[in-house]
Structure formats: structure tokens, C-alpha cells
């Protein structure tokens, strides 16, 4: 079917969740005509994710009390032998939903522009094809832009039709229960049987969101990753004695595990899920999405503004300057708990010491931290 350009933008972002939102923000903030095109019809729904950020966020992106659910500050790992270990890690976790909501809001009061129920279907020589369904029934355009952010998640159309893709996934299934009373620390749980994951237990006040991801042994196919994952779910429910009357709701999703991906290629930049910017230990991915959406969005308005594509080269030199080297030493480790993982209670808990984030050493400082803002981090105030 032939498609005629509809509107012609400066930039289009693929994807609405909190990678899309902080780019189209920055680029509406510093001048840029900008599209966000979302596939689904309602921001931030469904939730998938655990919603656990780790404190320092606020660094980059103002949380309002309604987006808290709860504060903590311990997380408490539950080792296969039955050992507990707790540190320090203090955070939130969020109504992810609302937090969303609430980047893209900003994104529209800078100036941005967003298409709901809009899936882009691929790159053309101008800009981007988005399939809609309007009242009319369903409708297929082009839209015009001189960049392009992929921002639109795991497995990227974007990324895809400019060959950088995520090749590794973790599968999360996830349900929120109801406690019988509050819990203070995030948990973690390892398990011969959670293999290249965790199980997780993650406090909202009255209810935690309960989850677990396991390491894909072969590429995703249409849900049954999410069944194999949900199953595993169901036994952890098990062993945590949680009713299956106690909860209020399933989700799930892929997590990318791989690393980082090359994330600029000609008029195109990669951003959040889409660039492989989770933590490949953690699977966390929304403070890698904030700064590097923003950091995507400001090459993208100078490269416009100087009508230099070159200048989009300034993003990779961003986002691997904040968080590059800490995603790629949690990658590395990865390789070492996936080639040594085993059954045997005592070794598996060994091979966890050496290489979960609650057991680093001095040496290991990059696999979490993130530095403050970058020098170039804009200032001006969110609304
Ligand atoms: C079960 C689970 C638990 C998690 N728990 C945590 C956690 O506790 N903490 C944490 O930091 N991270 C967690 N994550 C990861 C976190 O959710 C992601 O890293 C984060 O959402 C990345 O943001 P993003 O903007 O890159 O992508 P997304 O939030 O996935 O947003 C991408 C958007 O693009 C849209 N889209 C996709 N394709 C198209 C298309 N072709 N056209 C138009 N729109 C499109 C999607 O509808 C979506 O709205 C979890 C993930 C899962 C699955």
C-alpha cells in the first residue's frame, strides 16, 4: 500500500515509556519540532515492571510523593543455602504507571507532540511508517524526520531495521500480593531452579509486587517465554506460602541481558530497553532509560539545530561516560554466573558471591554506580 507523509517533525520518537518521554522532552526544551509515536492507547499501562529505582535517580528526574509507594533502604538477599545477607541499598518503589504518566506530561508541556495507539512499522528514506487505528478503521503514513530515537523497548522495531538488536533476554513474570503485614527491605532470591535470574519480593506498602525472571535458553517467541517464566513463579509463590487468593494481579515482560548495544547508526539512536541499557545483573533498566533518553535527546536538538548529523556521535560518548563501563562489567560478570551455574546449594551460593551486586568489593565499584549528573547534564527545572 502506498503512503503519502502525513507531517514532517524534526525528530520522531518510537515509544512513550520513560527512555521516549525524557527524549522528547529534552528536544522539545531545546527547540526541536518532536512526534512521540505510541503504540499502545494509554501511557504507562500496563505496569511491567518491579518498580524498584535506586535513590540517586533524583539526581536526574524529580519524583513527586504520589509516585513513591514506599521508601527502603536494605535489600535482604536469600542465598540457596538458606544464608541471608543484607546491605544497603537504599531506594523506592514507585507507582510506576503514574511515573510514567508524568514524564510524558512533562514531554507535552515542553512542547512535544504524542500519537497514541500509533505502532511504527519501520523505517523509510524520510522518517518512519506508523500503522494507526483511527475511527475510520486502520490507517498506514509516513512521517518525516531528520532523526529518529528508538526508545520503543526490548525488542525494537527500530533497532531491528537498523541491525542492532537484543539477542539476550531474561523472562520476568511478576504478581502483586497482598502482605500480611508491611516489609521493610527489598528481597532477592537465588535458586538453582531461577537459572541466570532471581526471585524477587518488592514492598508497596500493604502489597509487594513478587516476581521472578529466569535467562532464555532460545530466542523469544509469541508468549511462550512468559509461560515457561510463569510457571517458575508459581512454585516461588510456593515456597514464599503466599496463597493464591492473596494476589491482585499477574504482569510480565522480557528484560534484555546482554549489554549494551551500539546505540547511534546514521540518523538513528537507540535509547533505554531498545539500546540494551538494563543492568545485565539486575535486569533495572529505568535509570539507564532517564539518562540516557535525555542524553539521546540533546545530541539529537544539536545535531538538528546545526544541521550536523555528526554531532548525534556525542550521545554514545554520554551515555558511556555515565553508565557504559558499569553495564559492561555487569556483563561480563553475567558470563561468569551463566558458564559456572549449577545445582549444587553451597557452589551455587558461592558463584552469587563472586558476582551479585550485594557482594561487591572495593574493585567492583562500577557495577552499580552512577556518577552525578554529567557536565553537561541540563539544569533546568522539570514541570
Ligand atoms: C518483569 C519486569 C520487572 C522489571 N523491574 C524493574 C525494576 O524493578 N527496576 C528497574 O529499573 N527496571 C525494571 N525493569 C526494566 C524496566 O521496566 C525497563 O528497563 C524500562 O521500562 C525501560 O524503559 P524504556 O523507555 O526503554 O522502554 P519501555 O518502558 O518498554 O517503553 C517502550 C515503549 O515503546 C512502545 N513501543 C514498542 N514498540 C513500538 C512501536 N513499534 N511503535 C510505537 N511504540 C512502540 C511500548 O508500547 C512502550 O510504551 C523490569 C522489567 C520487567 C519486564
Known amino acids: 500500500m502506498a503512503v503519502g507523509i502525513v507531517r514532517e517533525y524534526d525528530a520522531l520518537v518510537v515509544g512513550a515509556g520513560p527512555a521516549g518521554a525524557c527524549a522528547a522532552r529534552r528536544l522539545a526544551l531545546d527547540g526541536a519540532r518532536v512526534l512521540m509515536a505510541e503504540r499502545k492507547p494509554r501511557v504507562g499501562m500496563p505496569v511491567q515492571c518491579a518498580e524498584y529505582v535506586p535513590m540517586f535517580i533524583t539526581y536526574y528526574v524529580p519524583l513527586e510523593a504520589g509516585h513513591i509507594a514506599q521508601r527502603v533502604d536494605e535489600m535482604e538477599t536469600f542465598l540457596p543455602t538458606g544464608e ?5 541499598f537504599p531506594g523506592y518503589v514507585l507507582h510506576r504507571s503514574l511515573f510514567d504518566k508524568s514524564l510524558v506530561a512533562s514531554a507535552l508541556k515542553a512542547g512535544a507532540e504524542l500519537l497514541l495507539g500509533a505502532r511504527v512499522t519501520g523505517l523509510s528514506d524520510r522518517g518512519v511508517v506508523i500503522e494507526s487505528r483511527g475511527p475510520g478503521g486502520r490507517e498506514r ?15 525494537s522495531t527500530v533497532g531491528k531495521a537498523v541491525g542492532r538488536e537484543n539477542t539476550e533476554f531474561v523472562a520476568g513474570a511478576q504478581c502483586e500480593v497482598l502482605l500480611d503485614r508491611p516489609l521493610e527491605a527489598t528481597r532477592v532470591y537465588f535458586d538453582p531452579e531461577y537459572f541466570g535470574g532471581y526471585g524477587w519480593v518488592f514492598p ?34 510456593d515456597k514464599l506460602k503466599v496463597g493464591r487468593g492473596r494476589v491482585l494481579g499477574y504482569t510480565g515482560g522480557l528484560i534484555p541481558v546482554g549489554g549494551p548495544l551500539a546505540a547511534t547508526s546514521g540518523r538513528v539512536l537507540l535509547a533505554g530497553d531498545a539500546a540494551g541499557h538494563t543492568h545485565p545483573l539486575t535486569g533495572a533498566g529505568i535509570l ?44 561480563e560478570r553475567r558470563a561468569l554466573l551463566l558458564s559456572n551455574w ?36 541540563g539544569r533546568e527545572a522539570w514541570r
Open 84 to 88: 541471608v545477607v543484607r546491605n544497603r
Open 141 to 155: 503514513f509516513e512521517v518525516a524526520a531528520k532523526v529518529v530515537i528508538g526508545a520503543d523497548g526490548p525488542i
Open 204 to 237: 508497596k506498602g500493604d502489597t509487594a509486587n513478587v516476581g521472578v525472571g529466569v535467562q532464555l535458553t532460545g530466542v523469544p517467541g509469541p508468549g511462550n517465554s512468559l509461560l515457561e517464566a510463569r510457571e517458575v513463579l508459581e512454585g516461588f509463590l
Open 288 to 331: 539507564h532509560a532517564v539518562i540516557g533518553g535525555e542524553a539521546a535527546g540533546r545530541a539529537a536538538a544539536r545535531a538538528i539545530r546545526d544541521d550536523d548529523m555528526e554531532a548525534l556521535q556525542a550521545y554514545d560518548d554520554e551515555w558511556r561516560s555515565i553508565f557504559g563501563r558499569s553495564l559492561e562489567r555487569a556483563a
Open 342 to 377: 549449577c545445582c549444587d546449594r553451597a557452589a551455587l551460593s558461592q558463584l552469587i558471591r563472586r558476582t551479585w551486586i550485594a557482594f561487591r568489593s572495593p574493585a567492583d565499584r562500577p557495577l552499580m554506580d552512577v556518577p552525578r549528573r554529567s557536565p553537561q547534564w
